[in-house]
Each structure stands twice: as C-alpha cells, then as structure tokens.
C-alpha cells in the first residue's frame, strides 16, 4: 500500500498524473478496480471547475446527536427542524453565507432549496463566514436508507466533514468503522465533535474526549480537532466557528479534500505496480533469439549452404566425366526448398518446431516479468505472443529470403578450364592407344612420332596425372569456401531472426514495460 506523504505537489499535476495512470492501467484491470480512480477524476474535474470562492461544509452524525441544533447555532437562525421524533433530519438543509456564484456549486451538490444568510453581513462575524455552505446532513444511522445514501452521497463531494458525536453513542463501532476510519487520509479535512457535553460532570467530559481521541488515534484519525461543544448553553461553538472560519479564509478545503481522496485511490491503486522499473535484457534477447534461431532451422540451412558450395565448386573444377555424374546429386538446398538461385521457404514448421518457438517465447515474457506485480506479469506474456500465430511463418520467411550463397569464385572457371585440357590430352592419348590396338590387332604397325616430340600416349597419363594433382590442390580451397560459406550464412541468417524476434516478440514486450514504467511514475508521482 501507498504510503501517505506530505503533498507538495499542485493538485493539477496530481489530476493528470492520475489519469495518466488511469489511461496506462485501464484496460489491463477490471472495470471495478479503477472505479474509485475514475470516479474522483470525475468529481474533481466538476469541483475544480464550479466556484472556489466557496467553502462546502457538512455537519454528520448520527440519530440524535444534535447535529441539526449546531447548524442552527452556527447559522444564528432556527433553519433545521429540531425534535424528539427520529430520525430527525429526513432532508439535507443548506445555508449559504454570501449567495453570489454559488447556484452551480448547490445545483452540483443536487440541494432542492438552500437559506441565504444575508443578514448583518458587514458585521465582523458574519463577514469572517462569506464563501461558507454549511449543510445539515440527514443521520446516516436513519431506518430509511434514502437518507442514509443522500448522506453517504453528500460525503464524497463536501470539502470539510464536522462528525457530531454525541455521549451515548461516541463509541459506537459504525461510526468509528464505516465512516471516520474511512477518513483517515482526510485528516485536513475533518473536525470531530463531541456534542451535548453539558450533560456530562467536568471529569465525565474530560475524560470522554480523551477517550474519543484515542479512538481515533486507533483509526488512524490522530492530529484531527476534538471539540467539546454544548450548544445548548454555546459552550465550544465559538471554537468551531474558529475553525470553519479558518477553513473558508484559507479557500483550500475544496483542494485539500481533493487531494486526500486522491491519496486515497491512490493507496488502493499501489497494489498494482511495484517500485522497480522493467526492463528486457540483451541477455533475455539473445536467449530467445537463439531458441527461435534453432526453431527455424538456422544451423541445417547454414550446413546445407556450405555443402551446396562444396557441391558446386566440385562440380565446376572437376573431371568432366565427375561434373557429369555430380549433376545426379540434389544440391543439399535444394533438399530444404531453398534454391541457391530463386529464394523459396523452407518446409513447413513442424508441431515440435511450433512448440519450441512458443516456449522461447513464453520464457522471455516470464522471465522480463519477474518481481512484478499482477496483473502485469499476464499482460507481459500476452504482448509477447500477440503475433504467436504469424512467428513461425515470419522466421520462416526470415530464412527462406535471406541471401546465404555467394558468387562462385572466377577461379573456379580457370580451373574448370585446365580440367578440360587435361581431359581432352588424356582423350587424346586413349584414342591414339585404342587405335593402335586395333591396327595392331589387323597387323598394322602404327610408327611413334618422331624423337624429340612427346610421345602421343604419354598425354593419356600426364593428363589423368594433371588432372588428378589439380583435384588434390583444389578441394582444400573449396572445403575452405564451404566452411567461409556456413559462417556467413549463419550469421546472415542469426541477424535475419534476430530482426524477427524484435518485431514480433522483443517489441511487443518492451511496450507493454513500457506501460508498467509510466503507470509507476504517474502514481510515484501522486
């Protein structure tokens, strides 16, 4: 819980951080749990807009505890009924002490009729009054609950409560625990007073207000006035004249009550954000964008890239006949839908893929959410798997589009041009060999060329030797592209998820932290 503090703070800037509050919370919380909160902004915003020059106090008490012959002391005129009969007070009277500007602010408090009180305003004591509304609550002990809820109504909107206590009934546990200890953050804003004390011996008073102060020291009600009051005989009127007095000259009752129902909510409301800011870590990024990297495959395709290049590089700078016989070969990415020339996508994520993702996920809301309260934790995990159903095809799409081949080598050509040199010298060489067998066969000697000129079948073994050595030198280079090839792919592809895993995770989550840090600042700053 929020714990109460002095408020240095205008009350405006309290309004909007509240409602910025409101704003931020609203749809991550149900309906009730913001009620409070709306329903001050509300009532301040309508206050803070009718008359300041007005000070709006009401008297409240319970069934016979004289309330209404206060007022009557207080305004100098029998305004309110008093009887024996109970409940005494069935209607709110009002009486305003200089009329001019306050229609709206009785129309806003819904009072049907109000007393003027006019009279010997130049005197000095009515003077010291001008700007008060003073109202004689009905008892909010009364058997008919319309007057129970017109009181309880015109307690939320009224900027100084006077709590008329009576001796009998001082005590009572639902004065003390359905009304005041519901004031405790009003303090400012609230007398308490302890009628009828001319029935009481000296000792009896004395220690009765003790008594009462103690109690509400126990609601946490301590520092409020205790007044002990007759108004009988007029003993204490004077001293809650004072303070009512007080109340109107300083014209910040209407602000101060504001601003205690704002502490109010805004204790109820602590419960919802923590003290610490959240963040998403670089750790939890990484962490998750290697779960979702082995998901999609990341490693396979970069293997299947070097292979493919070590394919094409043996089929461009080898034999012939190998070349030949290679084309026979799948190009390993073509095996995963991914041709080397024209991008396509890789197969469809399987159900354990899908899960992994999924899981990677849910693990970086958890663990971005640690240590915060509810209901931000769910909030957290359902910004991060908003776009759930599009991820897969989004990595998908990742890989299947990120460039992971490169240029073949123009030495590969050169060397793919000797190997048909040194194929067509080795053909040479058979053939001469061939047709020599087969005149030899007819007995025909075919003569060797002449000394001094490479014998013709000699070209048969330099060629297969040369072709041979040319092999031994070049597959190293190609294996050495390959693996150059699967870095560069794995890298390529990592940043392509990375990208992915922002968009579609990172992002979503570092938003809704976001909201959690500006509902944490606008009630930090209340």
Known sequence: MKTPRPRPVALPSRLKSLRRFVEVVGDRLPAAELAPA?????????????????????????????????????????????????????????????????????????????????????????????????????????????????????????????????????????????????????????VVVLNKVDTLPPDGARACLEDLTGLLKTHGLSGVPVLGVATTTGEGVSGLRALIEKAVAGKRAASNRLGADVDTVAGGLGAFVGPQPAKVTADLVRRASAALAATAGVDAVAEAAGASYRKRGVSATGWPLTRWLGRFRRDPLKRLHLDPVARTSVPPPTPARRAAATLAVRDLADQASVGLPAPWPATVRTAARADEADLSDALDRAVGSTAITARNPRWWRFVGGLQWVFALCALVGAGWLLVRLGLGALGIDLPLPKQGIVPVPTLLGAGLLAGLLLTVVTRPLIGIGARRTERRATSALLAAVDRVTEEHVVAPVRAELTSYDDARKALDAL
């Not at 106090?57 to 009924?81: I, P, Q, R, Y």
């Not at 200089?98 to 819904?110: F, H, K």
């Not at 709590?163 to 519901?182: F, M």
């Open 38 to 190: 709306r329903a001050v902004l509300e009532r301040a915003g309508q206050r803070l807009d009718l008359s300041r020059e007005h000070t709006v106090v009401a008297l409240a008490g319970a069934t016979g505890s004289g309330k209404s012959s206060m007022f009557n002391a207080l305004a100098g005129l029998e305004l309110s009924d008093v009887g024996v009969r109970r409940p005494t007070t069935a209607r709110t009277q009002a009486c305003v002490w200089g009329p001019n500007g306050s229609g709206e602010l009785l129309e806003w408090l819904r009072l049907p009729s109000w007393h003027a009180r006019e009279t010997v305003l130049d005197a000095e004591e009515q003077a010291a009054l001008r700007g008060l509304i003073l109202l004689d609550l009905p008892d909010f002990d009364s058997t008919a609950a319309a007057h129970r809820e017109e009181a309880e109504r015109l307690l939320e909107l009224v900027d100084l409560v006077v709590w008329v206590l009576d001796p009998q009934k001082y005590a009572d546990n639902l004065v003390h625990e359905r009304y005041l200890s519901q004031f405790r953050r009003h303090r400012e804003v609230t």
